[in-house]
């Protein structure tokens, strides 16, 4: 059950090679949810530094917490980097929807080899792409994954976020690691939910269908903030779209509340997005009109 049933690791493995060009060696494991991954991994590995990016989803610091490391949150480009055991990416990102370049995984995997360090990417929006294509850093390592792991999660790509289905894939001796230390400390993903997942991975319609409804609720919130004034910075990949209006993002987000609309501030992700607010894209289609309308309609007068 920690390893995963014979069917979802080759549907993993399969769609590691077709969708992410993975090469050389490398090894999968099913996990209850990427958030769980993120926030025990460190404790799992036992690391005693974490690295993730500075404007980012709030459990990678969790994680270093819980388990006890120095934590530091960094720049996309690894110049600056403390020594880490543990280092995070994740692109396309939360909440920015920024996504990560050729150059820029290739430095990072260059500095994570230089510096000995575990090089985990969340990728777990990786299927969202809009006006950036998303790559996995797992096309970029050359076949050799020493040290490198990527994270999916089904929750976005499959909108199953309550059914709790994720994995690894990556160096193999360090997956080894964690299914054995997992074999112990519990997580495994439950029968049905595997049996689930093997099937959501062997169908692109429904994610092909998900794409296209994000990026049109994105097309259709966009014009409305830019005309309210805000300004969309990246924005080009996943669930969100990340804007300012150069006020206090606790401005944007009552300005919004006073509309009925709830937008999320951008100090949730980093002292760096407090004059930024996160939107996100998964109310329904007819609450994402109902929302640029009021946008519209308030900016008007
Ligand atoms: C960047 C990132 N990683 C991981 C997760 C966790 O997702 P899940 O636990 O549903 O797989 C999220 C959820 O919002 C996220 O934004």
Known sequence: MTAGTPELRAAITNWAKTKLKATGEFDVLPLIGSKELVAWLPSLLQSKSVNFPEIAYPTYRVGAILAGAREAAVAISPEQ??????????SPANPTGRV??????????EWARANNSILVSDECY??????????SILQYTNGNNHNILAVHSLSKRSSMAGYRGAFLIGDKDLIARIREVRKHAGMMVPLPIQKAMTIALSDETHVVEQRARYNARRATLVPALKAAGFEIEYSNAGLYIWCTRNESDW??????????????????????GKSHIRIAMTATDLQIAEAAARIA?????
């Not at 990786?126 to 790559?135: H, I, M, R, W």
């Not at 309609?297 to 007068?301: I, N, R, S």
């Open 126 to 135: 990786l299927e969202f792409g809009d006006t950036a294509v998303p790559t």
């Open 251 to 272: 401005d944007s987000v009552s300005w919004l509340a006073n509309l009925g609309i709830l937008a999320t501030p951008g100090n949730f992700y980093g002292e760096l």
């Open 100 to 109: 990560h370049s050729d150059e820029e995984y290739l430095k990072a995997i």
């Open 297 to 301: 309609a308030a900016t008007k007068v």
């Open 81 to 90: 980097w403390p020594h880490a055991d543990l280092t995070w990416v994740n």
